[in-house]
């Protein structure tokens, strides 16, 4: 069975009264790049970016409540309330592993949803079926981006495991 480990999910904020990114670098010591103001804390340990609507975003976290308590930080240091806010969840990125090589070249020919990166040396896999992208490398470890949640991450994964085991193409 493949598993699927989360490495960072992603979650907005949208404070009831919007930030002003300026104030995040004035009084917090923010840091700008580009449109966004980024913001590093140490507990909970997250990376915040507050951007030009003044919504937070944060990064770092794997869990909705630890999330939450650093977007209460920054509101609260800032001398905000934090009542009212609303949040959505964002993208997950995980991991995981199918304990066995994979014959990357012949993925594309039978799967045309799986094109070869030559620049990473891996395989780039569109799983429509998850509405999951997929990083598949040759030791079989992977990456899944841009999926909604893990446990989709693992059913694409075991799809995606029997797909090429009942090819020969793991080993």
């Known amino acids: 069975m493949t598993d699927a480990r989360v490495e960072n999910q992603l979650f907005r904020f949208k404070p009831a ?4 990114p300026q104030r995040v670098v004035d009084e917090l010591g923010g840091k700008r790049s580009g449109q966004y103001v980024m913001l590093s804390l140490v507990a909970p340990r997250a990376t915040l970016l507050v951007n030009h ?10 869990k909705q ?3 939450h308590l650093a977007a209460k930080e920054v509101m609260l240091r800032l001398g905000e309330e ?16 199918f304990e066995s090589t994979v014959s990357l070249e012949g993925v594309p020919d039978l799967f045309p949803e799986a094109v070869m990166d030559t620049e990473l040396d891996c395989l780039r896999i569109d799983d429509q ?20 949640h893990v446990k989709l991450v693992a059913m694409a994964a075991r799809r995606w495991k029997q797909r090429l085991s009942d090819e020969n193409l793991l080993s």
């Open 17 to 20: 009264i919007p930030l002003d």
């Open 53 to 62: 609507e003044g919504k937070i975003i944060v990064h770092g976290c794997r």
């Open 65 to 67: 409540d630890l999330a």
């Open 82 to 97: 934090e009542s009212g806010m609303t949040f959505e969840v964002g993208p997950v990125v995980a991991s995981f592993d």
């Open 129 to 148: 079926k998850h509405e999951i992208k997929l990083l598949l490398f040759r030791n079989g470890r992977g990456i899944a981006t841009e999926s909604r």
